[in-house]
């Protein structure tokens, strides 16, 4: 079941300057950043009542995200919803047609299970789902 909106992922092609932007320009408290090694990604968290900012960045100038910065520059990546139960919940979407880009779940930002829904299958939104480990992330 789908418990909340964990997230919404901004694409940022220099994450420090990003960091600054958000957390200066915005008064936004930066939560933390991570390094994702199965994503290839760096990030950063900015929690706001009821969600949160996860800015993306290459890591190391790998993985999909370059892409996606090559094709449209900066901009909103995806939303991503918290769920209690990720492997039922790929179950009950697959069975209504929604297609995912993996098979399994894979460890994501603070080590949660993590998969995304195709975006064809979302009228052309990116969407993630994720259920976080116990010490609440």
Do not use: N
């Not at 994702?36 to 929690?47: G, I, L, R, Y």
């Not at 995912?100 to 299970?113: M, T, V």
């Amino acid at each position: 079941m789908i418990l909340s909106l964990d997230h919404i992922a901004i694409a940022v092609p220099d994450l420090e300057k990003a960091i600054e932007r958000w957390g200066k320009d915005f008064g936004l408290t930066l939560a933390g950043t991570e390094d994702v090694e199965t994503a290839k990604t760096s990030t950063a968290f900015f929690p706001v009542p009821g969600t949160r900012i996860e800015l993306v960045h290459p890591l190391r100038g790998t993985g999909p995200i370059v892409k996606y910065l090559e094709k449209r520059g900066g901009g909103m990546h995806h939303l991503c919803f918290a769920v209690d139960d990720i492997r039922a919940e790929m179950s009950r979407l697959q069975g209504l047609g929604y297609r995912f880009l993996s098979e399994e779940p894979s460890i994501g930002a603070h080590e949660s299970l993590v998969v995304f829904i195709h975006p064809k299958s979302t009228d052309g939104v990116l969407v993630e789902l994720v259920q976080h480990t116990q010490d609440g992330h």
